[in-house]
């Protein structure tokens, strides 16, 4: 009853589950991830200190998206795990609050370098459960850790201000106070980078937290949780609860309505981020909502064509595809639109599929059925519309990708504004080429969307940079270069990609309040 895939040390001791036969509760123990620290696997919640069961003892599979094979169960949690979370944060705040900040501080750095220490098994984990290549979670487990120790530096600094003395005899101050319990909801797309940047920035600002990954991707997020544990974090400041995707509205939901919820943090689409906002509306919840992109990458006639070509494949070949700030229409200026097609078309072709468990593999599979059907939804439209499909377009199964989920990199040219992947974003491996004339219209033609994530361009006029980043509309402007995130900048959106701003000084304090304090002279 247990498979054996060894390749890049990745070794799975799992029961062989074929169709949605059930695992019963013990089968669980069974998976093995040839982990340093075996208790990283986690498939239990995590509330008040305590791991348990869903209240309904109920759970639901997770799935390895190279395969498409079940290999773990986790609590399918309902609104009363939800409430209990709430409860045992509630509890937990006023301590945690009133915890010196160099206390809290030491716990988070604790925190961080449990996150690197284990990093690799981490690493592990997230390829098994999120299909990207080992080095793509290797960097992810950094990045995130960073944010971790970004904010422990960050805690120790939460400054008021002391305003100048007005009336004889009165003293004004300004104080930042941590706004309460905080609900975190988080995607698969970086199952360990997007709960980090705002676990990390909550507990540091003195806020306690109820939390919920995604449906695919729990385990990364538990065996976080569980060095937190290990950290020092006291019991009930951190709880996280799983779902499946049926039973999460009605789980985030008892948060939403709940008083003593203060702040929602939530990275997502911006069809799930709309219906938080309107449900937090009623109790007037502070709000972080990283929402989804549709991100331009302009590459203007003056562009050194290769660091372009070159930026792209990094920019939009992370994750497959899937990534929030990845870019998702290409604009070419016309007199360096066919040389840069080809260089593109040609670097391209070297890109090879396939599983987490090869050191070479740079796309990964898709994460599950539904992203699949979307992108080749998207490449059908385009092409039925008039795109020139130059690679790819197709799923890959071979001997090395042998999964239902990879897709090939796939380049489009003659895309136009009335195709769906102008609207939408993708989600996987497809770059759309459009074509423009002049400055004015690749502006005007990037900023021609509701989302305001990441923008790109490339140019080398010194006017043209100045200009260009000031019109473009996005949180993000990267020029010249095709990977920008960090946690000591501002990440976030404008426009329908949503309000907030996680990472640098800015980042603690969208889990702050002001509160203005006047001491007058008895
Ligand atoms: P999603 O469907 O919006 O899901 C995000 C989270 O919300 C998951 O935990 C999900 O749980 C939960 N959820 C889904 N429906 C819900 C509902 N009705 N009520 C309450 N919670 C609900 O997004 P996704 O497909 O996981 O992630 C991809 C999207 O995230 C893309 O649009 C991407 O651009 C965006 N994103 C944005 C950023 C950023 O920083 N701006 C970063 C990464 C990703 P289940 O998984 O159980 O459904």
């Not at 990879?406 to 080429?433: H, K, Q, R």
Request: neutral net charge; hydrophobic residues 45%.
């Amino acid at each position: 009853m247990t498979r054996l895939n060894a390749k890049d040390g990745l070794v799975l001791t799992v029961p062989v589950v074929t169709g949605h036969q059930d695992f019963t509760g013990d089968t669980m123990t069974l998976i093995s991830l040839a982990l340093q620290r075996a208790d990283l696997v986690r498939t239990q919640n995590f509330i008040a200190g305590q791991w348990r069961d869903a209240g309904l003892s109920a759970s639901y599979n997770v799935s390895d998206p190279a395969t498409g094979e079940q290999f773990a169960r986790v609590p399918d949690s309902t609104a009363a795990d939800a409430h209990d979370a709430t409860d045992a944060a509630q509890n937990a705040f006023e301590p945690w609050r009133f915890t010196p900040a160099r206390e809290r501080a030491a716990i988070l750095k604790r925190w961080h370098a449990l996150i690197v220490e284990h990093s690799e098994d981490l690493a592990r984990l997230m390829s098994r459960e999120q299909g990207k290549p080992m080095p793509e979670s290797r960097a992810e487990v950094l990045y995130g850790a960073a944010y971790v120790e970004w904010f422990a530096e960050e805690a120790v600094r939460t400054y008021g201000d002391i305003i100048p003395e007005q009336v004889r005899g009165r003293k004004m101050m300004v104080v930042l106070e941590p706004v309460g319990v905080v609900a975190v909801i988080t995607p698969w797309n970086f199952p360990l980078a997007m709960i980090a940047r705002k676990l990390a920035p909550a507990l540091a600002a003195g806020c306690t937290v109820v939390a919920k990954p995604a449906e695919d991707t729990p385990l990364t997020a538990l065996a976080l949780v569980r060095l937190a544990e290990n950290a020092g974090v006291p019991a009930g400041v951190l709880n996280i609860v799983t779902s499946s995707r049926a039973a999460a509205p009605a789980l985030v939901n008892d948060w939403i309505i709940d008083p003593r919820v203060r702040k929602v943090s939530f990275t997502g689409s911006t069809e799930v981020g709309k219906l938080l906002a309107r449900g937090s509306a009623d109790t007037l919840k502070k709000l972080s909502l990283e929402l989804g992109g549709n991100a331009p990458f302009v590459v203007f006639d003056d562009a050194d064509v290769d660091a372009a070509v070159e930026g792209l494949v990094i920019s939009k070949f992370r994750n497959s595809g899937q990534t929030c700030v990845c870019p998702n229409r290409v604009y070419v200026q016309d007199a360096i639109h066919d040389v840069f097609s080809e260089k593109l078309a040609a670097r391209m072709k070297t890109m090879r599929v396939g599983p987490a468990t090869r050191d070479e593999s740079q796309i990964g599979p898709l994460i599950n059925e539904r992203a699949v059907e979307k992108v080749e939804r998207h490449v059908k439209d385009a092409v039925s519309k008039g795109a020139a499909l130059l690679l790819g377009g197709t799923r890959v199964r071979n001997d090395v990708a042998n999964g239902p989920f990879y897709f090939a990199p796939t380049l489009l040219a003659n895309a136009t504004a009335d195709m769906m992947l102008f609207g939408e974003e993708t989600f996987g491996p497809v770059v759309p080429l459009f074509r423009f004339a002049t400055e004015a219209e690749g502006v005007r033609a990037a900023n021609d969307t509701q989302f305001g994530l990441a923008s790109y361009f490339y140019a080398r006029d010194v006017g043209r940079i100045s200009r260009v980043a000031e019109l473009l509309q996005a949180g993000i402007v990267g020029i010249n270069v095709g990977a920008v995130s960090t946690e000591v900048a501002p990440f976030g959106g404008v426009k329908e990609s949503g309000y907030g701003r996680e990472g640098s000084r800015r980042g603690i304090e969208e889990y702050m309040q002001t509160k203005y304090v006047c001491l007058g002279s008895s």
